[in-house]
């Protein structure tokens, strides 16, 4: 009876600002202007599909390279002393301290036509190099905001690894490389999937990174709905768009759990 009374306050704002919002998001998804029933509203998201497409495309390429990238780091600052760990976490988590916002202008002027890296190429003869204005300049921007992301969880599964299934493995004839893909690499799985969701999910669902790294044929599906929404274009169209995102992430994320569930049965076997 105490843990329930204690648990009221956190249900109270999981109420409000979660399952209100939410509830509203679906009944203006399902409604017109006039507040009647309607399936019109999803009907004409369902022609943004290749804006969709596109958007879960950049995230899972976001995600690839923020494996790829992020793995190596986590691995090294598991591997660290202690007092190496905490200045290289330190180091990870510092630019999230920053304003999003912030960290995306930042890159802009690093990248553009004119900016810092151009402006040095410059000195040499080359360039400007597009950089820009592109789908690469749009994945970059999502690796660069969201990469710490990947390394947290990974080093929070790495670091607890015990070392004595590596001497084990070794002492069995295992080199380096078999290792890693037979003893690390399984057992860091669910870091992985966990990086993979938590990378995945703010990616597909950005807009601010497009609009400022990205041209018009790079737009993502967070662009149409924050477009719907700003002006009041069509409030109705916005909320049916969301709802089909919002329904994308849940996927996603019941299937990174189950894979995280899959993975734990066999390594209890």
């Given at each position: 009876?105490?843990?329930?009374?204690?648990?009221?306050?956190?249900?109270?704002?999981?109420?409000?600002?979660?399952?209100?919002?939410?509830?509203?998001?679906?009944?203006?998804?399902?409604?017109?202007?006039?507040?009647?029933?309607?399936?019109?509203?999803?009907?004409?998201?369902?022609?943004?599909?290749?804006?969709l497409?596109?958007?879960?495309?950049?995230?899972?390429?976001?995600?690839?390279?923020?494996?790829?990238?992020?793995?190596?780091?986590?691995?090294?600052?598991?591997?660290?002393?202690?007092?190496?760990?905490?200045?290289?976490?330190?180091?990870?988590?510092?630019?999230?301290?920053?304003?999003?916002?912030l960290?995306?202008?930042a890159?802009?002027?690093?990248?553009?036509?004119?900016?810092?890296?151009?402006?040095?190429?410059?000195?040499?003869?080359?360039?400007?190099?597009?950089?820009?204005?592109?789908?690469?300049?749009?994945?970059?921007?999502?690796?660069?905001?969201?990469?710490?992301?990947?390394?947290?969880?990974?080093?929070?599964?790495?670091?607890?690894?015990?070392?004595?299934?590596?001497?084990?493995?070794?002492?069995?004839?295992?080199?380096?490389?078999?290792?890693?893909?037979?003893?690390?690499?399984?057992?860091?799985?669910?870091?992985?999937?966990?990086?993979?969701?938590?990378?995945?999910?703010?990616?597909?669902?950005?807009?601010?990174i497009?609009?400022?790294?990205?041209?018009?044929?790079?737009?993502?599906?967070?662009?149409?709905?924050?477009?719907?929404?700003?002006?009041?274009?069509?409030?109705?169209?916005?909320?049916?768009?969301?709802?089909?995102?919002?329904?994308?992430?849940?996927?996603?994320?019941?299937?990174?759990?189950?894979?995280t569930?899959?993975?734990?049965?066999?390594?209890?076997?």
């Amino acid at each position: 009876m105490k843990s329930k009374f204690l648990a009221g306050p956190y249900i109270a704002w999981m109420a409000i600002f979660t399952v209100v919002p939410l509830a509203m998001v679906a009944y203006f998804a399902f409604t017109d202007n006039s507040g009647a029933f309607t399936l019109d509203n999803l009907a004409y998201a369902a022609e943004y599909w290749p804006v969709l497409l596109r958007s879960v495309l950049y995230a899972v390429a976001a995600c690839a390279i923020c494996l790829v990238v992020g793995y190596p780091v986590a691995y090294v600052i598991a591997q660290s002393t202690q007092r190496t760990q905490r200045v290289l976490y330190l180091l990870v988590t510092l630019p999230m301290c920053m304003s999003f916002l912030l960290r995306t202008l930042a890159l802009v002027s690093l990248v553009r036509d004119t900016g810092i890296i151009n402006s040095f190429l410059g000195l040499f003869g080359i360039g400007p190099l597009p950089l820009i204005r592109n789908s690469g300049s749009v994945i970059m921007g999502m690796v660069y905001n969201y990469l710490p992301y990947m390394i947290m969880p990974l080093y929070t599964v790495i670091v607890k690894l015990d070392p004595r299934l590596i001497e084990a493995a070794q002492d069995l004839g295992c080199d380096n490389v078999q290792t890693f893909r037979r003893v690390i690499l399984p057992l860091s799985v669910p870091g992985i999937v966990s990086g993979i969701t938590m990378v995945f999910v703010p990616a597909v669902s950005t807009f601010y990174i497009s609009q400022k790294l990205g041209a018009t044929e790079n737009i993502m599906v967070g662009d149409i709905i924050e477009t719907q929404f700003k002006g009041s274009l069509n409030r109705n169209l916005g909320a049916a768009m969301s709802l089909i995102l919002m329904l994308l992430v849940f996927i996603s994320i019941g299937l990174m759990n189950r894979f995280t569930d899959d993975d734990e049965e066999v390594a209890t076997i």
